[in-house]
């Protein structure tokens, strides 16, 4: 049973049944598990969706349920990178605030507002879907998904003149492309760190691995 928060209006569906939306909380979560008699459950969330990996480790400890946390490894840094690491968006803003003043704005469609305040800079903001929440007001929105090229995010930043980027450090091939971009252009780029996992939680990184575990619990 694979289940998706409904954060994208046209997700790319699995195989097999799939639920779509919220579980209520941590006790919303706990409970289905229990009505759906769940044996194991593979947190494979976005590497941000730092609430819903929280509940999962707290509803399958309070069961006795086995959790593991699939996480796809980080962007590594690489010679001639000029990455900041900051640790949320607030911070990320205020970076922007001060590094530039042409900025594209890669962190999905939730967390925007946080650079609503910052009037005096121009965002190009690309999203799978709309972003929700304040946005900034001198704004570009460009709706599209990955993957990309380099070639083609070569020419999306100097086409807009783009002096700084804002990432997420989701890691994955889909939408790397847009830090070598960076990387051969010489931009900054301000990159967010991932939430911490919960204290003691087992994580691995494919889901080969997650299938191996899944096996073993069997």
Known sequence: MSSLAGRVRAPVLPAGAVRVGGFGGTDGLRTW???NDIQAVVDATHPFAGTMTEHAASAGASLGIPVVHLRRPGWREE???RWMRVPDLAAAAETVARTGT???LTIGRQGVGAFAHLTERWFLI???DPPSGQLPPDHELLLARGPFTVADETRLLTGRGIDVLVTKDSGGELT???LTAARDLRLPVVMVDRPPLPAGARTVETAGAA????????
Request: hydrophobic residues 50%; proline residues 4%.
């Open 33 to 35: 598990l229990s009505d």
């Open 79 to 81: 010679p001639g990178d």
């Open 102 to 104: 042409r900025v594209f």
């Open 126 to 128: 690309r999203a799978i």
């Open 176 to 178: 790397a492309a847009k």
């Open 211 to 218: 299938w191996d575990w899944l096996r073993a619990q069997a």
